[in-house]
């Protein structure tokens, strides 16, 4: 069946620093790909999507591009701020019906 | 304001003792879905609907279960909590096909 895989983690970086988090995954036909955010003490939100191959999302100087020749999504940002501290998941919708798939999730820890 | 509302937040309870987590959302979203999140284990899928009367089970949905009788809510029932069902449970919906999931704040429950 489709699947995500994610580095896990967790991740620490000085404040500034650049930031990749790696995801790839498995799918039949052609997935909708998605990073999620989620904070401490609440629920998941989106941060960043792409529907098609080379698609690049972007979000609060976060991008991610679709690509399927390596069946990658990575998530970069180029300075991370202490407020990007979070555990990051990623997505995509499944082939079959409108199902979501997740990744285990990726703690962020950026300090000052 | 679009959002999805769980309730409770909090809930401790006993063993064997019935309970209902009430999910709605004001986005008139077909696909709504349960999720349990736990350490180590990422968000794991219990049930799905994709609209009013249909409902399919997730990855984990033992011991759950679910109702849609009202495109707004979707109610998560447990009908003989086991401690094994400790975990933090989010409720998410989405508009549909390749549409981004919303969540709720999520219900941490807490099973003795």
């Known amino acids: 069946g489709d699947s995500v895989t994610q580095m896990e983690g967790p991740v620490t970086l000085s404040e500034e620093a650049f930031l990749t988090i790696n995801c790839t995954y498995t799918?039949?036909?052609?997935?909708?790909l998605f990073w999620y955010v989620q904070y401490p003490g609440e629920g998941l939100q989106l941060l960043l999507k792409?529907?098609?191959?080379?698609d690049k999302g972007s979000n609060k100087g976060f991008e991610a591009t679709y690509r399927k020749e390596t069946t990658s999504f990575h998530l970069e940002k180029g300075s991370v701020q202490v407020s990007d501290s979070a555990v990051y998941f990623c997505?995509?919708?499944?082939?079959?019906?409108?199902?979501?798939?997740f990744g285990p999730g990726t703690r962020l820890s950026v300090l000052p | 304001e679009a959002q999805v509302t769980q309730n409770p937040r909090y809930l401790i309870t006993v063993t064997g003792k019935k309970l209902t987590v009430t999910c709605s959302q004001n986005?008139?979203?077909?696909?709504m879905s349960w999720y349990r999140q736990d350490p180590g284990l990422g968000l794991r899928q219990i049930y799905y609907?994709?609209?009013?009367?249909?409902?399919d089970k997730g990855d984990v949905p033992e011991g759950y279960k679910v109702s849609r009788k009202e495109k707004r809510n979707f109610p998560l029932i447990l009908e003989s909590p086991s401690p094994n069902q400790t975990s933090l449970y989010f409720c998410?919906?989405?508009?549909?096909?390749?549409?981004?999931?919303?969540f709720g704040n999520g219900t941490r429950l807490t099973v003795t």
């Open positions: 799918a039949t036909g052609y997935p909708s």
């Open positions: 998410a919906s989405s508009l549909g096909l390749n549409s981004p999931l919303h």
């Open positions: 997505a995509l919708t499944a082939t079959y019906g409108q199902n979501f798939v």
């Open positions: 986005m008139n979203h077909e696909y």
């Open positions: 792409a529907t098609k191959a080379d």
């Open positions: 609907s994709m609209n009013v009367e249909v409902t």
